[in-house]
C-alpha cells in the first residue's frame, strides 16, 4: 500500500475527495480516534467484476427467501454507524469523525449513496460508498443479522448493472470479497478501467424506475 501527501495537502473539502478518488487515491485513517488522515493508492487495486459477481448456491436461495427489506439512501448516519462499530467482522475501525463529516456531506450532494437491510424497524446490515461517473467506490458495510451484508451487496450489483455502472471498486480485496469474485489488478490497469469508467454516467436508481418505485 502507498499514501500520499501530493498532490491533495490541502484542506479537506467534499470537492477534495471527489478529485482524489477520480485520481484513483482515497483517504483513510489509521483508527478511528485518529483525527487525521493520509492518502493511499494500493499497488494492486481490489474490484469485483461486474459481470462476474459469483452468489453461492445458498446465498441465491437466500436472497429469494429472506425476511428483510432493502431501502436505499434512507438513514446515512446509522449505516456509517455501523460500518464504524467493531464487532464479530472486525476488531478496529478506520473511520473516524473527520470521515463521517465529509462523507455525510457527500450524501446530501447525491455522491455517497447507502444500500441498507432492515428487519422491520431495525437496521441489520448494509453498505455505503461513492457514486462518481460509472465507477462505484465501496467504502465499508455491516451486519448484525447473518447474511445482512452479503444480501445488501448482491442488491448493490444489481442496481449498478441496471444503471449502466463500468467499475466497482472495493479498495482491497479480502477472502470474504474472493467468494464473490473479487480480485487484484495493478494499479496501472485499474488506473485504465476508472478512466474508462469516468468517461460515462451510471444512474444509481436506474432501477427504481424500472420497478415503478
Known sequence: MTKKTDPFALDLTPELIIRAYQAGIFPMAEDASSPDLFWVSPQHRGIIPLDRFHVSKSLCKRLKTHPFSIRIDTDFDAVVEGCA???????STWINPTIRKLYGQLFAR???HTVEVWDG???VGGLYGLSIGAAFFGESMFHRATDASKIALAHLVERLRAGGYRLL????????LKTFGGIEIPREEYEVKLAAALEHQGDFYACDRVRGT
Not at 462499530?85 to 476488531?91: H, L, Y
Not at 471498486?169 to 470474504?176: G, R
Request: overall charge negative.
Open 110 to 112: 447525491g455522491i455517497c
Open 85 to 91: 462499530t467493531a464487532g464479530s467482522d472486525r476488531d
Open 169 to 176: 471498486d472495493t479498495q482491497f480485496v479480502t477472502d470474504h
Open 121 to 123: 424497524d431495525a437496521l
